[in-house]
């Protein structure tokens, strides 16, 4: 800090004193102000007393006095007369209806249903007739009345009369005078109070008007609890308002007073006040003039507490944050996954077609999860001559699926070179997977394609079996003897047995994965039918034509009818035909 510069209470001070001072000068000209317009007002009144006046004294008798019927009706609030009932201890224990005004008639007939009261006539116990009555505070401002002889009120009181048509809810400001031997009940109605009460409390809102010319305060209901003061403190002026602002707010404190009292216009600021919690309210002022274009006489004021505000404001902030590195997060996940996919997924170059098959993929993956899955798929060319053929599916999502599933496909493509079965081969795979940990399990197909005899040889390690399509027809090859085995990772030790199948020329094979078929709480069996009607729907009655380029669009198509916003993992479909161009028949 420089040394120049005051420090912090130094400032504080400052501050204060300049917002002392603003409003001192604003007073200093209203008093000026009111001072010039009552030396005016005299020089007025001086002229009119330089005309000499008589008065005469009217020999006119006065008018008569109103009667007490007169009186009530010319009242403008509802008013009843009754005559209190006492016990013999003096208690007051009921009082009778005497007399009510014009108001309290057109009240009833305004608040109440038509018809909805029977008929006054005579004196008539007041709570016999509103029974609700003597439950509410009446019964001890009636005593109090009489007691004390002075007026009692205004009292909200809430009742309910019972009527034809329900029972209707009342809330009322009543008031009780004693009027010689009887009681006047007045009354007007309280919800319009009641409500702007509650009103400022839901939305933790209020209203005051200063008055510059001599500090006082003129407040709504609310100002209290708003400014977090006690329910008994005083009003504070607008010296006392700036003396519980923090530091960092008095300058805009300054700045709105500022503008309202000097360039007599409308203000926003929050400040934060002293105490406990760090309170903000947001203060929204204007002036308040005494004529147009004179000078500013009182400040009006909105305030609202925006604590909540804030810190819902503060929250969406933070969870805007969240979303924000979750999402960066996701797209370097999606992009370290897709380089690693682009590195293990094979492109088939040429290596199926030397064994006398054409091949095409189509991988899909699962957009809520970044496009991070454990599909995987392999065609390799051996040195014996055979085409080694695989897709698996690594359980989960993310980082730790791909990498299962390049960790298994790494290391079928090393040992397929021991030129050993397929079922020795998923064996070794299982045992590797055991390995990597509990949670590391992976469905596959592990496939050999023997071209000279055209002869398919496969596995089940817990995968869907593939599907041949044969003359127009899908069909779903049979299992191995035992029937499927577990999925890979699951039990050490566990063996496979192969199925063969014989391929013809323009024979297809389908291997896919479960996530194209799966449904949420769907059947396997009828997920498998949903693939052959897909896979047989897609021929349209014709064999694919010749040709890569035919067979990617078959592909295409039998995924485009089974995916969709279902899917929950991503879908792998690896199709296989044998051409006309093989070295060996069957």
């Known amino acids: 800090m420089d040394a120049t510069s005051p420090a912090p209470d130094a400032r504080t001070h400052l501050a204060l004193q300049s917002i002392r001072e603003l409003l001192r000068a604003q007073r200093r000209r209203i008093r000026k102000y009111a001072e010039s317009y009552q030396e005016q007002a005299q020089e007025h009144d001086h002229d009119h007393d330089t005309v000499e006046t008589t008065a005469v004294v009217s020999s006119t008798p006065l008018p008569p006095t109103p009667s007490g019927r007169e009186v009530l009706d010319a009242m403008p609030v509802p008013a009843l007369l009754v005559a209190p009932l006492r016990d013999d201890d003096g208690r007051v224990r009921d009082a009778l209806y005497v007399a009510q005004n014009a108001a309290s008639h057109t009240y009833a007939a305004d608040r109440l249903p038509h018809g909805g009261l029977p008929r006054w006539q005579g004196p008539v116990s007041l709570f016999e007739r509103f029974p609700s009555l003597a439950g509410t505070p009446l019964p001890g401002m009636l005593a109090d009345a009489l007691r004390e002889r002075s007026p009692q009120g205004p009292t909200l009181i809430e009742w309910v009369v019972s009527t034809t048509g329900g029972p209707v809810r009342i809330n009322d400001q009543i008031r009780v005078a004693p009027c010689g031997e009887h009681l006047l009940i007045t009354w007007d109605r309280g919800h319009r109070v009641h409500m702007a009460a509650a009103a400022q409390q839901l939305v933790r809102t209020c209203w005051a008007e200063w008055n510059l010319g001599d500090g006082g305060v003129d407040p709504s209901r609310g100002f209290r609890r ?152 392999k065609a390799r060319r051996l040195p014996g001559g055979h085409l080694l053929v695989a897709l698996g599916d690594a359980r989960g999502h993310g980082l730790a699926a791909v990498t299962l599933m390049a960790k298994l496909r790494y290391a079928l493509a090393g040992l397929a070179y021991t030129e050993q079965s397929v079922e020795q081969l998923t064996q070794w795979l299982n045992e590797l997977a055991c390995a990597d940990g509990t949670e590391s399990t992976a469905t596959a197909i592990i496939a050999g394609y023997h071209p000279e005899r055209a002869l398919l040889r496969w596995t089940c390690a817990g995968h869907p079996r593939p599907v041949l399509v044969r003359d127009g027809t899908a069909r779903q090859l049979p299992d191995p003897d035992g029937g499927p085995g577990l999925p890979l990772g699951v039990l050490p030790g566990t063996t496979y047995t192969a199925e063969e199948a014989h391929l013809r020329v323009d024979d297809i094979v389908l291997m896919y994965s479960d996530g194209l078929t799966e449904r949420r709480d769907s059947d396997p069996d009828l997920d498998t039918r949903r693939f052959l009607d897909a896979a047989q729907r897609c021929l349209g009655g014709v064999t694919p034509g010749a040709g890569h380029e035919a067979l990617q669009e078959y592909a295409e198509r039998i995924v485009g009818e089974l995916d969709g916003p279902h899917r929950s993992d991503d879908a792998t479909l690896l199709v296989l035909r044998r051409t006309s161009t093989s070295p060996a028949a069957p």
């Open 226 to 377: 708003v400014l977090g003061l006690d329910s008994h403190a005083a009003f504070p002026t607008l010296s006392g308002l700036a003396a519980t602002v923090a530091p960092e707010s008095l300058p805009e404190l300054y700045r709105t007073l500022y503008d309202v009292i000097l360039r007599k216009r409308t203000s926003i600021c929050e400040l934060r006040l002293n105490g406990p919690g760090s309170r903000v309210i947001r203060m929204t002022a204007e002036p308040v003039r005494i004529a147009p274009g004179s000078l500013v006489w009182a400040l009006r004021a909105v305030l609202t507490d925006v604590n909540a505000e804030r810190r819902r404001r503060a929250s969406a902030e933070r969870a805007e944050r969240e979303a924000r590195r979750q999402r960066e997060r996701a797209e370097a996940v999606a992009e370290v996954a897709g380089v690693l996919r682009e590195a293990i997924l094979p492109h088939f170059q040429g290596e199926p077609a030397a064994s006398g098959l054409e091949a095409t993929a189509v991988y899909r993956p699962d957009a809520r999860e970044a496009g991070v899955g454990g599909d995987w798929y």
